[in-house]
């Protein structure tokens, strides 16, 4: 069975949603929400990614979970049966909801890493470098995190969900994270309680502190309550965007790499091969000598200021 993607659709719509949040941010007095160069440096940078992550997903992504599921689910006596002995899953409709579900706990995954893996927040950081909340900036993606995301999702066709429901899964779920970068949705009462919302992400993108590495839900908020990593937006406080170390330029080429540079440099002052590995692929911040911190370093220094 064959299905479109989603983003096929939603690309299309990302352009025209973003083209009205500027008109009503200008007209409305929030003249300081996009920013020229900032939204220039997104687009390109989504362009950019636009342009590769189809063919990237087809060549790749697509290819490797074809593989993974038809070794994970051969068929015998024309049946499609996993390898633990049971059929793989057809197209029922909650075959659907279960894949839906599935995905958004492989998102949850795949983004907390992005925060915790310093080489993984090399590529995810574009994403939180610009110091404006707004639909522009849900497509400031990186271009590098294609080369890895799919790992995480192998195991949905090798358990017998169909590759391709799998990526109609995963564009329902970047369509979803697109629309949470508006500021003009306010809390939405019992909704709340199970979705991944506006004002949830506004606290994923601040540089505050006690912010830092929380709500990486995709659609629901459950995984986030459930690990520990869930936060609700202090309506008595003013968020500021961004990351506590901005690449300071719009060339989306030094956005893309800036972070590889600095990973770079500690690795080359680095004495030992554990210092050096963790710069790679310990949590962004640690350091060997205390110089910087790791967020869960600076989350424990605040709660201690607090405290006194």
């Known amino acids: 069975m064959v299905f479109t993607n989603p983003l096929v659709y939603g690309i299309p719509c990302f352009i025209v949603l973003i083209i009205l949040e500027l008109i009503y941010s200008k007209t409305h007095g929030d003249v300081q929400l996009y920013k020229w160069k900032d939204l220039f440096a997104s687009g ?7 342009l590769i992550g189809p063919v990237f997903k087809v060549i790749f992504a697509l290819a490797l979970f074809e593989v993974t599921y038809d070794l994970c689910n051969p068929i015998t006596n024309e049946v499609r049966t996993n ?4 059929e793989s ?45 707004n639909l522009g900036t849900a497509v400031r993606n990186g271009w590098f ?32 994270q697109f629309q949470l970068h508006s500021i003009y949705i306010p809390k939405m009462g019992f909704l709340e309680k199970i979705f991944n919302t ?26 986030d309550k459930v690990f520990g990593t869930w936060k609700e937006l202090n309506d008595d406080k003013e968020i500021k965007y961004g990351v ?22 500690d690795v080359k002052k680095s004495k030992k091969l554990s210092h050096a590995l963790m710069y790679i692929f310990g949590p962004p911040g640690w350091s060997h000598d205390g110089s910087t911190l790791t967020v869960k370093q600076q989350q424990r220094k605040l709660q ?3 405290m006194l």
């Open 304 to 306: 201690e200021t607090q």
């Open 83 to 86: 390898l633990l002995g049971y």
């Open 89 to 133: 899953f057809g197209y029922a409709w909650y075959v659907w909801l279960i894949c839906m579900f599935a995905d958004d706990f492989t998102y949850y995954c795949f983004h907390r890493a992005n925060h915790e893996i310093r080489l993984f927040w090399a590529a995810h950081i574009v994403h939180h470098s610009s110091d404006n909340f």
């Open 198 to 223: 506006h004002t949830m992400h506004q606290v994923h993108h601040s540089q505050d502190v006690e912010y830092l590495d929380k709500n990486h839900g995709g659609i629901l908020n459950i995984f």
């Open 145 to 176: 995190t294609i080369f890895y995301k799919p790992f995480f999702y192998m195991w949905m066709p090798a358990i017998g969900f169909p590759p391709e429901m799998v990526l109609v899964c995963i564009g329902i779920e970047i369509i979803w």
């Open 244 to 265: 506590i170390h901005p690449p300071n330029s719009y060339n989306p080429l030094v956005i893309l790499t800036h972070e590889y540079k600095d990973i770079w440099k």
């Open 44 to 50: 390109a940078m989504g362009i950019g990614a636009a």
